[in-house]
Every structure is written in C-alpha cells, then in structure tokens.
Nanobody, 115 residues
Framework: QVQLVESGGGLVQAGGSLRLSCAASGSIFSINAMGWYRQAPGKQRELVAS???????IYADSVRGRFTISRDIAKKTVYLQMNSLKPEETAVYYCNRVVPPLFSWGQGTQVTVSS
C-alpha cells in the first residue's frame, strides 16, 4: 500500500514561490505517472501538473510557465516548484496518481497566498 506525505506549504505573498514535496512509500511509485492536485475551499479538487515515469510533464493552462513538476525516483519523491503565486491559488495541495485507481489521499499541504 502506497502512502503519500506532502510537505512544503506555507504562507507566501503574491508573486512569491514555494516548493512542495511529496514522499511516497511503496515500490510501485516509479512506474506510476504522478500528479499534483489542489483543492480550494468550496471547490473541487483539480489536477494542476503531472509527470510520467519517463519524465514527460503536463500542466494545466492556469499554471503553465509558472509551476514545474519533477520527480526523484530514487527518493520516491515528487516536487512542485511554484513561482509567481497568485492569491486565487490558495488551496490544499495533494499528490497522487493521475490514472485510476488512485492511492489513498495524504493529508495535503496548505498553501496560502496573500495579496
């Protein structure tokens, strides 16, 4: 069973940057395409960035050019570098597979962007 632990969130001013990390347990991590999701209060969870086992990346239009997803397979960790953050990107950020069945969700990491 894969467990996911997200970290790196915090409070940042608009225009600032944060780097999120997602540490995964389990040996199947390396063969799964992984993604970062976010859920703002009162909104549905959305996928903002994903990376395949081969390193191909895909971004939502809203974050392309500002966010960068990467992974360290040896460390079983996925990262999300977020630059030029906007107040509307305040949300809890999660990582998970991008193809069902998803792993159990971790606790997420809160990102708060002040204006």
């Amino acid at each position: 069973q894969v467990q996911l632990v997200e970290s790196g969130g915090g409070l940042v001013q608009a225009g600032g940057s944060l780097r999120l990390s997602c540490a995964a347990s389990g040996s199947i991590f390396s063969i799964n395409a992984m993604g970062w999701y976010r859920q703002a209060p009162g909104k549905q969870r959305e996928l903002v960035a994903s990376i395949t086992s081969g390193g191909m990346t895909i971004y939502a239009d809203s974050v392309r050019g500002r966010f960068t997803i990467s992974r360290d397979i040896a460390k079983k960790t996925v990262y999300l570098q977020m630059n030029s953050l906007k107040p509307e990107e305040t949300a809890v950020y999660y990582c998970n597979r991008v193809v069902p069945p998803l792993f159990s969700w971790g606790q997420g990491t809160q990102v708060t962007v002040s204006s």
